[in-house]
């Protein structure tokens, strides 16, 4: 026994159906070692109908806070006592943490995304002109952290152009105070010339289809990002290369996230980037059979 261990360990856990291959635990126990937080991070299945007692049991057990994944972030969102602003904004929750004055809800996908963009992939949001394929949950959640980087302008597109532009309307306000033009719609609404970052929030790639873009959309200085990730580039990350873009997946984004939620936790920001290096090695080796 090592006499160094800490007697009790802080006890985390991300809530989803499915959650069996949920990269979380991986990530948080590599936080956990870089930075020597005693905290011990688990996975945990709950019907899609019972997401408040599995919680509740687990808060009883002592439990300190939770990563919520699909399809629990509305749940978990109204399931708090608090919330923070981008939770408020993303109308979902994918952090909770337990503490004396209740269930303090947050969300940090967004953020992971532009730290993602901004710091591994090292292009500056400030000033750029974004493009953002969908307006369902993914996209909602990040516009509010990409406008907090006062971008030049942000354009919002969607299959169902309505939703984009309620999109619009809602972060009206937020892209004035960032001095940022703010305008989206159907397809039609993408403004001539490349844009300096595209992102896919759109829930195309899981069945391999392509949002609908104007391919000047993308030149040779465009980032091309995907939400997803696998093994191979996504439809879309294949179409943005053929078109000249650099483009990126959703891991970095996965791993961004999950720092971030680290911090609320425990007042630590651990490194993403040796983490995502690891995890992108174990993604490209083939499993056994
Ligand atoms: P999520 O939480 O992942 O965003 P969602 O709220 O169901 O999931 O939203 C899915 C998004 O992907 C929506 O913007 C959806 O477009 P619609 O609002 O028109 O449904 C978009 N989407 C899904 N499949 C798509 C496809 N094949 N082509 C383009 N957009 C697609």
Same mark, same amino acid.
């Given at each position: 026994?090592?006499?160094?261990?800490p007697?009790?360990?802080?006890?985390?856990?991300?809530?989803?159906?499915?959650?069996?291959?949920?990269?979380?635990?991986?990530?948080?126990?590599?936080?956990?070692?870089?930075?020597?937080?005693?905290?011990?991070?688990?996975?945990?299945?709950?019907?899609?109908?019972?997401?408040? /007692?599995? $919680?509740?049991?687990?808060?009883?057990?002592?439990?300190r806070?939770?990563?919520?994944?699909?399809?629990?972030?509305?749940?978990?969102?109204?399931?708090?006592?608090?919330?923070? /602003?981008?939770?408020?904004a993303?109308g979902?929750?994918?952090?909770?943490?337990?503490?004396?004055?209740?269930? &303090?809800?947050?969300?940090?996908?967004? &953020?992971?995304? $532009?730290?993602?963009?901004?710091?591994?992939?090292?292009v500056?949001?400030?000033?750029?002109?974004?493009?953002?394929?969908?307006?369902?949950?993914?996209?909602?959640? %990040? %516009?509010? /952290?990409?406008?907090?980087?006062a971008?030049h302008?942000?354009?919002?597109?969607?299959r169902?152009?309505?939703? @984009?532009?309620?999109?619009?309307?809602q972060?009206?306000?937020?892209?004035?105070?960032?001095?940022?033009?703010?305008?989206?719609?159907?397809?039609?609404?993408?403004? @001539?010339?490349?844009?300096? $970052?595209?992102?896919?929030?759109?829930?195309?790639?899981?069945d391999?289809?392509?949002?609908?873009?104007?391919?000047?959309a &993308?030149?040779?200085?465009?980032?091309?990002?995907?939400?997803?990730?696998?093994?191979?580039p996504?439809?879309f990350?294949?179409?943005?290369?053929? =078109?000249?873009?650099?483009?990126?997946?959703? =891991?970095?984004?996965?791993?961004?996230?999950?720092?971030?939620? &680290?911090?609320?936790?425990?007042?630590?920001?651990?490194?993403?980037?040796?983490?995502?290096?690891?995890?992108?090695? =174990?993604?490209?080796?083939?499993s056994? $059979?």
């Amino acid at each position: 026994m090592n006499p160094q261990a800490p007697l009790s360990l802080d006890r985390y856990a991300v809530i989803g159906n499915p959650i069996a291959h949920s990269k979380s635990p991986f990530i948080h126990a590599r936080f956990a070692a870089q930075t020597g937080e005693p905290i011990e991070y688990g996975h945990l299945l709950a019907p899609v109908d019972a997401f408040v /007692p599995h $919680v509740r049991a687990f808060i009883e057990a002592g439990g300190r806070g939770m990563n919520v994944t699909v399809p629990f972030k509305l749940d978990a969102h109204a399931f708090t006592t608090r919330l923070s /602003p981008r939770a408020a904004a993303a109308g979902a929750v994918n952090t909770l943490r337990f503490d004396a004055d209740g269930v &303090f809800g947050d969300n940090t996908d967004g &953020f992971g995304l $532009v730290r993602d963009i901004e710091v591994n992939l090292g292009v500056p949001l400030k000033g750029a002109r974004i493009l953002l394929l969908g307006a369902g949950g993914a996209a909602r959640g %990040v %516009v509010l /952290p990409m406008l907090d980087r006062a971008p030049h302008a942000l354009t919002i597109v969607n299959r169902t152009a309505e939703k @984009a532009g309620q999109l619009v309307e809602q972060f009206a306000h937020a892209a004035r105070d960032a001095g940022c033009r703010l305008n989206g719609g159907s397809a039609r609404a993408i403004e @001539a010339g490349a844009y300096d $970052v595209i992102v896919n929030a759109t829930a195309g790639s899981l069945d391999a289809s392509l949002p609908d873009c104007d391919d000047r959309a &993308f030149g040779g200085g465009t980032l091309a990002y995907d939400m997803m990730y696998g093994a191979q580039p996504t439809v879309f990350m294949d179409h943005a290369q053929k =078109l000249g873009a650099r483009s990126a997946d959703g =891991l970095g984004m996965l791993v961004e996230q999950a720092a971030e939620s &680290f911090y609320v936790w425990r007042g630590i920001r651990p490194d993403g980037a040796p983490v995502l290096a690891e995890l992108r090695k =174990l993604l490209k080796t083939p499993s056994p $059979v």
